[in-house]
């Protein structure tokens, strides 16, 4: 059957925000984030073929779950992730969490096999225009790019990468094997990183563009399948390489840039993965809320299912977190790799205890395929493999532990904050700059933002108590960075382990200024999230987290939040901050 590919078809912003040109792209992501929603169905129709139950078959299987697959291909998902300068769709990073949402919310697994940014960052961001061509027309046809990008064992370590490229005559000469490849067998192009020269450092390390099919039998071996416990639908193979000859045109950039470019895609698809993993977790409480508020009043509602009120809060403050470090790519200041390893560690350390907490909410019952049940048991499987699993979380603080005595003297109380639009959807913000900065480092725009935050928080009225709880949040997370600038300014300069702890506190304030940045930002459009209960409730959690001492929500925050999560699951909205409706 042949269907129209998903375009950026001509969409009305909402009401309430500016006719400009970010609210005619957010309007124009969400247009075909709808149509993804109504070509793959209701996914709790059993006829469906793209159903939760057929997905989880295929997961339980361990094969990919093919027929979705190319009907996503057919409706012309890879445009997605070519930037609309190279005839794709691809604008800003966060416009690409929105329209490939119906699909995270679907299978973590299926989502990221579609967008493919960390093979196809570094061609976007410094490939020729023969490579950009090449590379942009495989995707816009269907294909597949493979990163060949790092190995877990060494936790994200690049200078230590097991391929290596030689000059030659005509080229280059690669060997080496690199593991856990994902769909190495099914692209087109692989993106590879290998070192170049035999020191340490970032001049020694380049990324070239492989066409598969050009290269010698003799010389490239794909290893057999390596299988996984959790995302068990993606094919995760290896490469061997030994004296395989590459063209002088693979190379990618200049010498010098293929460590800055590995960086750069990491923060790309940290965030990416954080704002998936939200989208995921997004399914699986609103079934919860189905399966437990089935046939029940509001009273019963509130008396019986309070528990659910905290998880749907931190929900919307990991959502906070996901779009604020996608937003900021885009941003001079957010180009340095700072705020998603900060962000995207904490996102996916909240929806981990959260899936736990759900075990309680929903009981020992129910795992039926597609319930809520077998989602849960699914996605706490998929996390550790998403990306930012235990690698990840060594990557995350190999980025934030050496910056720690830099910021605390330099950059915090000190540095200038974001600019407002950062943290407000709707409004406009460069498109998404694919190359790496010039230098490593830089100040720090979220604490910045967080004291800006309770700055503001203490000289307006408190009308209510639960806006004064609100700006008492906000004074006790400026005063933990106080005292984390005191803690980290006497850090010594070789490592020190108690910086891993200090590094940890300071990702959650990073994330507590999300928060915080993500309401302030809130425009009327949606009366529930321009209130201030799920914001205070969800940093009471950071709070305790932490284990500041701050003043705890009031009882009517939790009423508020539990009523608004079942007032969606009425009106068929979705749990997210943008309340997107699903097909379920």
């Known amino acids: 059957m042949n269907r129209e590919p998903v375009t950026a078809a001509p969409a009305t912003p909402r009401p309430g925000r500016s006719a400009g040109r970010g609210a005619h792209l957010l309007a124009a992501a969400q247009h075909r984030a709808a149509r993804f929603e109504a070509l ?14 057929a ?8 094969v990919p779950p093919e027929t979705t697959e190319a009907l996503l291909m057919e409706a012309g998902v890879g445009a997605e992730c070519v930037p609309a300068a190279e005839g794709g769709l691809l604008t800003r990073a966060d416009l690409l969490l929105t329209a490939l949402r119906p699909l995270f919310r679907r299978d973590l697994a299926l989502g990221l096999g579609a967008a493919p940014l960390s093979a196809t960052a570094p061609v976007w961001a410094v490939g020729g225009a023969r490579q950009r061509r090449r590379t942009a027309d495989l995707l816009l046809g269907g294909g597949r790019a493979a990163a060949v990008l790092h190995e877990p064992a060494h936790a ?7 391929l290596t490229a030689r000059r030659a005559r005509d080229g280059w000469t690669l060997d080496g094997r690199k593991d856990l490849v994902r769909d190495v067998r099914r692209a087109g192009a692989w993106v590879v990183h290998a070192r170049t020269a035999p020191a340490h450092g970032p001049a020694g390390h380049r990324v070239f563009l492989l066409e598969p099919g050009l290269l010698p039998g003799g010389a490239v071996r794909t290893l057999p399948r390596a299988p996984t416990s959790g995302m068990r639908g993606a094919l995760l193979s290896g490469l061997e390489f030994t004296h395989c000859p590459l063209p002088a045109d693979a190379l990618l950039g200049r010498p010098g840039e293929g460590t800055a470019l590995a960086l750069r895609t990491f923060q790309i698809d940290r965030g990416l993965v954080a704002g998936a993993a ?87 019952h129910g795992h039926a395929p597609g319930s809520a049940h077998a989602l849960r048991d699914k996605l706490a499987r998929d996390l550790p493999h998403a990306g930012l699993g235990h690698t990840g979380t060594a990557a995350c603080h190999a980025v934030i532990v050496p910056q720690l005595r830099h910021l605390a003297e330099h950059s915090w109380f000190r540095g200038p904050a974001p600019p407002p639009g950062l943290f407000r959807t709707g409004t406009d913000l460069p498109d998404l700059e694919h190359r790496p900065p010039p230098a490593a480092g830089g100040g720090d725009f979220l604490s910045a933002a967080l004291a800006g935050s309770a700055d503001r ?24 960075l106080r005292e984390l600038r005191r803690r980290c300014a006497a850090l010594p300069d070789a490592f020190d382990p108690a910086a891993v702890a200090l590094s940890d506190r300071f990702a959650l304030l990073q994330g507590a200024a999300a928060v915080l940045g993500v309401w302030e930002g809130q425009d009327g459009t949606d009366a529930f999230l321009a209130e201030p209960a799920w914001a205070v409730l969800a940093l ?3 709070a305790r987290r932490l284990g500041v001492t701050a003043p705890g929500p009031p009882e009517s925050c939790v009423a508020q939040v539990l009523d608004e999560l079942a007032r969606r699951g009425r009106t068929d909205r979705g749990c997210a901050l943008d309340g997107s409706t699903p097909a379920y």
Do not use: K, Q, W
């Not at 129709?45 to 159903?51: G, I, R, Y």
């Not at 997905?55 to 361990?62: E, K, S, Y």
């Open 278 to 364: 939200v989208a995921a977790a997004e399914t699986v409480l609103r079934l919860a809320a189905h399966t437990v508020f089935a046939g029940e009043d509001a009273r019963t509602v509130r008396r019986r299912h309070a528990p659910l009120a905290p998880l749907f809060a931190d929900l919307l403050a990991c959502d906070s977190m996901a779009t604020v470090a996608l937003r900021a790519l885009s941003l001079p200041s957010g180009r340095t790799p700072l705020a998603a390893a900060t962000l995207s560690y904490v996102v996916l350390d909240v929806l981990r205890e959260n899936l736990d907490d759900l075990i309680s909410v929903l009981g020992p």
């Open 156 to 162: 994200n370590a690049l200078a230590r990468g097991e």
């Open 540 to 542: 009471s959690r950071l």
């Open 457 to 480: 928080l203490a000289r307006v009225p408190r009308a209510d108590a639960t806006r004064a709880a609100l700006a008492g949040l906000a004074r006790a997370f400026t005063r933990e």
């Open 40 to 53: 793959l169905g209701d996914p709790r129709d059993p006829a469906n073929p793209h159903s939760f139950a």
């Open 55 to 62: 997905l989880g078959t295929a997961d339980h299987r361990g």
